[in-house]
């Protein structure tokens, strides 16, 4: 039944997300649409020649006692997007509650343990990507575990997206994620107010936005930055895109957790297309980005 869930979902997401592209006129700019064309060609045709796994194998490392939410959300939009496997990595007490809300992921009760980095170094491998941060929480031991499992992912090239309390710990140590090109990082207003006041040694003109997002990710080493909000504007420090597409009015909890879950796949695929695929236009997952937030409110209605 679950399987059978998830595949018909992936279906409908994947046909939606076709649709999506060949339909609607991005708001902005003719640069907006050239690149959902390109988005468009990430995507993974559905076939029967495919085993388990090959098109996405999703980690998310968050979860603690107050906050299990988050990373469900984050994981469980891994699959309706097209994941195959998500796994989330979490403490001890936040696992069976986890577990208990959805049979679809694999759920690992390591994160406050004292061999944590060991046990998520030991999945690395088998990961596509890692999402880090949704439903982390601000515990200084969770925190120095987050450290380890950085570095560890970072030593083997695993493409790692930071949301929530993740961009906490990255605000305090730039130097973790400072020039990873496979990263990503998707701060709200506060998340991103917050690291430009770590990073940026000028103030920058609040209202541009654009030059705010470009200046952060340059002062970070050219990861790639999203910032959300009413539009998104992501840069690599050296390009700029803007998604202004219309999503929901409501501004509820687990929205930015979504797309944190949603980009984990989207990134996988983008590298994994190549940049034969990709015109070879900029850095594949900064490609990617303008793609969840207007997948996010589709998937709410999977969740
Ligand atoms: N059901 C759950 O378990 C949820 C857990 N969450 C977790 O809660 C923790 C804290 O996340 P927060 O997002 O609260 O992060 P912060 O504690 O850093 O707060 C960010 C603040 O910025 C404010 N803000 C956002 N957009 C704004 C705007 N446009 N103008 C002015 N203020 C704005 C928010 O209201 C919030 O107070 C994270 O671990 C997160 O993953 C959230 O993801 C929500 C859902
Ligand atoms: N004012 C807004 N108008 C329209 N869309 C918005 C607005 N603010 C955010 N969004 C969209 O909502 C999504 C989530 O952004 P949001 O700022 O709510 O993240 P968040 O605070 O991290 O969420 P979460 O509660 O999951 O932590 C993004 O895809 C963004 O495009
Ligand atoms: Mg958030």
């Excluded at 504007?233 to 797309?259: K, P, T, Y």
Aim: charged share 20%.
């Amino acid at each position: 039944m679950a399987v059978g869930r998830v595949w018909v979902a992936a279906r409908v997401c994947r046909r939606v997300l076709r649709r999506a592209f060949s339909l609607h006129k991005p708001h902005s700019i003719t640069e907006m649409e050239n690149t959902l064309q390109l988005v468009r060609n990430i995507i993974p045709p559905l076939t029967t020649k495919k085993h388990k796994g090959q098109d996405g194998r999703i980690g998310i490392v968050g979860g603690c006692q107050e906050y299990t939410g988050a990373p469900y959300f984050a994981a469980i939009s891994a699959l309706k997007v097209g994941a195959d496997l998500s796994h989330v990595f979490c403490t001890r007490e936040a696992a069976p509650v986890i577990k208990s809300y959805s049979p679809e992921l694999i759920v690992h009760p390591v994160l406050d343990s004292p061999s944590a980095v060991r046990d998520v170094e030991t999945w690395l491998p088998r990961l596509h990507t890692l999402v880090v941060g949704p439903g982390l929480g601000r515990d200084n031991v969770l925190l120095e575990n987050v450290k380890g499992i950085l570095e560890a992912s970072k030593a083997r090239d695993v493409p790692i997206i930071i949301d929530a309390d993740g961009l906490w710990l990255i605000a305090q140590h730039p130097a973790l994620i400072h020039g990873y090109r496979k990263a990503v990082l998707t701060p709200n207003h506060g998340e991103f107010t917050r690291l430009s006041d770590a990073v940026l040694r000028d103030l920058v003109d609040g209202s541009d936005h654009r030059e705010a997002v470009r200046r952060l990710s340059q002062a970070l080493g050219n990861v790639t930055v999203v910032r959300k909000g009413e539009r998104d504007v992501m840069s690599d420090g050296e390009h700029v895109l803007e998604c202004a597409h219309e999503g929901s009015s409501r501004r509820c909890g687990g929205q930015g957790d979504l797309l944190s879950g949603a980009l984990g796949v989207l990134v996988h695929w983008a590298l994994h297309a190549g940049p034969e695929k990709t015109n070879g236009y900029v850095t594949s997952s900064f490609l990617v980005l303008p793609v969840p937030s207007r997948v996010s409110h589709f998937v709410c209605s999977y969740v």
